[in-house]
């Protein structure tokens, strides 16, 4: 770590934040970063020169504690810490991600519209104003490179990246699974598959694609791109998301080969940040149709992968209601797979998510807690259910109610699922 002060800037070069994803209470950062503090705002720059975080000083800010961050997406994220309203009960997490676009929140703060937070935009491109215009003889060169380096990332620059991010992988991605959370969301995506096995009329994030899976030479290329575009930062990456919305269905081989090629040409085992994570939404049919080979070739990966399973209901009713074609017996026989993997494969844990709705039959909750409850002889800690809010601009405190119902009874860790898009 080196440190400059220039004019009235303080540069910070080569820092190093925590090795490990871990949940706290304050503004962490995770690898190796460089920073530049002025007066009002601290700014943090990821080691391609992007801007990743904005932590405002001043006492106008809204939270000594609380900050933006920039996705890969180049999308802005203020991460908020929720007044007095368990956050960390709700959603697992400290922080609440307050998204600049529409998702499934139940919160309706809006932390873009405050003059504070747009002046820390503002603040932002008057620091590469400010650069640009800098006399840098006599700074020592690793400084200067840096500094080159940030200049070199205006907004433009940033929003054209993201462009050719999604033109790598084929396209935004639409929702990330939960589990992400537990990387901050900082995923590499690599995508195995497109469509879906169903086409439920609920969804608002499904294509018209059928599910098809990538060809192996497609993946590869996706990943030597990828390669290229994380550049120097890539070793502040430890976490894949196989995507799309079904990644499970493309199979065993094509899972372990992308999985195991992507370790390897992103170097992970040299990454800043310890625990390789891989991600991957799974449905019922494609769990059960994987069964014990799928599981196995999953457990031979080098990481300790998350597989979420998208439910949504266990009442035939509310299935009808959805339009999803599955039949009870195999949710039932899904759920207890969930269950059979979480306790004997030490490297894999399967969550679940249902839908979270105040309008859904009764019968929607009750045979949801007669899995998540009754079928279990104690509480146990592995294996989450996220349960996703449908409409967000009903009740929301009638749904934060019912959403408190289930959690209290559920022996299950229970939360709320934020969809958030890369
Ligand atoms: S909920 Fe899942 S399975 Fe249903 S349409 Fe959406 S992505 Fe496809």
């Not at 460089?34 to 009002?40: H, Q, S, V």
């Not at 080159?148 to 992988?169: M, P, Y």
């Amino acid at each position: 770590m080196e440190t400059y002060h220039l004019n009235n800037l303080e540069i910070t070069i080569d820092k190093e934040g925590a090795g490990q994803f871990t949940k706290v209470t304050y503004p962490i950062r995770y690898g190796r970063f460089c920073e530049i503090k002025t007066p009002d705002y601290l700014f943090q720059f990821n080691l391609n020169g992007e801007i990743k975080y904005i932590r405002g000083l001043s006492r106008s800010w809204p939270h000594p504690a609380e900050w933006l961050k920039r996705t890969d997406a180049d999308d802005w994220v203020f991460y908020s810490v929720g007044g007095y309203n368990g956050i960390f009960y709700l959603i697992g997490e400290y922080y609440l991600p307050c998204l600049p676009y529409r998702s499934n929140s139940i919160w309706t703060y809006n932390p873009f519209i405050d003059s504070n937070i747009q002046q820390a935009f503002t603040g932002w491109t008057q620091l590469l104003a400010d650069l640009s215009a800098l006399r840098t003889n006599g700074i020592p060169s690793r400084v200067r490179n840096f500094l080159a380096l940030i200049s070199g990332h205006d907004q433009h620059t940033l929003n054209t990246r993201s462009k050719s991010l999604h033109r790598i992988v084929g396209g935004q991605i639409s929702v990330l699974p939960p589990d992400t959370r537990h990387v901050d969301y900082d995923v590499i995506p690599l995508m195995i598959a497109d469509g879906c096995l169903y086409h439920c009329d609920f969804c608002c994030i499904k294509t018209s694609q059928k599910f098809q899976p990538r060809a192996k030479d497609n993946i590869l290329q996706q990943i030597q791109d990828l390669r290229g575009f994380y550049g120097a930062n890539l070793s502040n990456y430890n976490a894949l998301f196989l995507g799309n919305h079904d990644a499970l269905a493309a199979g065993h081989e094509l899972i372990h080969m992308a999985a195991a090629e992507a370790y390897f040409t992103f170097d992970f085992e040299k990454s800043h940040l310890k625990n390789p994570t891989l991600f991957l939404f799974g449905s019922v049919d494609s769990l059960l149709d994987g069964g014990k080979t799928l599981m196995e070739a999953i457990h031979r990966l080098p990481y300790y992968t998350y597989v979420n399973i998208g439910f949504e209901s266990a009442d035939p009713a509310t299935l009808r209601r959805l339009n999803k074609p599955l039949e009870i017996s195999k949710i039932e026989d899904a759920f207890q797979m969930m269950l059979d993997v979480n306790r004997n494969c030490h490297n894999i844990e399967i969550t679940g998510n249902f839908l979270l709705e105040d309008q859904f039959p009764p019968n929607h909750y009750r045979s949801l807690i007669e899995l998540v409850r009754n079928g279990l002889d104690r509480f146990y800690s592995k294996g989450a259910i996220y349960l996703s809010p449908l409409n967000t601009r009903q009740n929301n405190r009638a749904l934060i109610r019912k959403f408190v119902e289930i959690k209290n009874l559920s022996r299950l860790p229970t939360y709320l699922y934020l969809i958030q898009r890369l």
